[in-house]
C-alpha cells in the first residue's frame, strides 16, 4: 500500500535513513505523521477521512490525546503507533502499533503491512500510556536502581546476576547507562503523572541524571 509522510519534527522512532521512509509517496492510500510534532500537524491537516489509514506518531501519551475519547467507544481510521527506542540507543526493529476500541480493521491492517514492508515487526497493543513496553521494563529499572541504592549489590553484581540468571544479554544498570538515564526519568516521570503507580515513580538516581541533564543544558 502507497502512504505519503509528513515529517512533523524529530523523530524518535525513525531519527535516520530507513526504508521506511525510503518507500513513501506522494498522495499515498495511508497517512503517516512523524515527529515530535505530530500530533499538532495531524490536528492541522485535514483530508484523513479519505485515507485508508491515519498513523500518529506517540511519546508516551495515549492516541486518544490526539483523537479524543467517547465512552470507551473511540475508534476510526486514526491509529498511533512507535519505534521502539531506549534511551539515546538505536531504535529497535520493533513497532507497537495502537488502535482503539472500535478502530477500523482496514486502518490497522493497512498501517501494520506498510511497517512490515520495510522490514520492522509490529506488535498491536490497546491504547494505554507507554503501550506494551514501556509498561513492562520501567517499573524493572526503577526496582535495579532502587537496589543499588540499598546497596543490596554492586551495580556489576546486580547485572550479572540478571544476565547469567535470566539470560538477559545486558544488565539494567548497564544499560541505562549506555543508553541514558536521564530519558529513562522522562520516560517514567510522564507514566508515572499517568498512572499514579508507585513502581513508576523514577528512582532517585534517574532523578539526579535528569537535574544535571538540565542544569547542562541550561549552561550550554
Do not use: W
Request: hydrophobic letters at 40%; aromatic letters at 8%.
Amino acid at each position: 500500500m502507497r502512504y505519503e509522510i509528513v515529517q512533523a519534527g524529530e523523530s524518535r522512532s525513525f531519527p535516520a535513513p530507513h526504508p521506511f521512509l525510503d518507500q513513501a509517496a506522494a498522495q499515498g492510500e495511508g497517512l503517516f505523521y512523524l515527529g515530535a510534532k505530530a500530533g499538532g500537524a495531524y490536528r492541522d491537516g485535514d483530508g484523513h477521512a479519505s485515507r485508508t489509514f491515519v498513523a500518529i506518531e506517540l511519546g508516551t501519551e495515549c492516541l486518544g490525546f490526539h483523537t479524543g475519547e467517547s465512552r470507551g467507544l473511540e475508534g476510526s481510521n486514526v491509529v498511533g503507533f512507535a519505534r521502539f527506542r531506549l534511551g539515546d540507543g538505536d531504535p529497535s526493529p520493533l513497532v507497537e502499533l495502537v488502535r482503539q476500541p472500535d478502530t477500523h480493521t482496514a486502518a490497522l491492517e493497512g498501517a501494520k503491512a506498510a511497517f512490515q514492508a520495510a522490514g520492522l515487526v509490529v506488535a498491536v497493543c490497546n491504547d494505554f500510556p507507554g503501550r506494551i513496553v514501556d509498561r513492562l521494563i520501567r517499573p524493572y529499572f526503577n526496582a535495579a536502581l532502587r537496589r543499588l541504592d540499598e546497596k543490596l549489590a554492586s551495580a556489576d553484581d546486580l547485572d550479572k546476576t540478571l544476565c547469567l540468571g535470566l539470560g538477559y544479554p545486558e544488565g539494567p544498570i548497564s544499560l541505562l547507562e549506555r543508553t541514558g538515564l536521564a530519558q529513562h526519568f522522562r520516560v517514567t516521570q510522564a507514566l508515572y503523572e499517568a498512572l499514579g503507580q508507585e513502581p513508576y515513580a523514577p528512582a532517585r538516581r534517574a532523578c539526579v541524571a535528569a537535574d544535571r541533564d538540565d542544569r547542562a543544558r541550561q549552561e550550554a
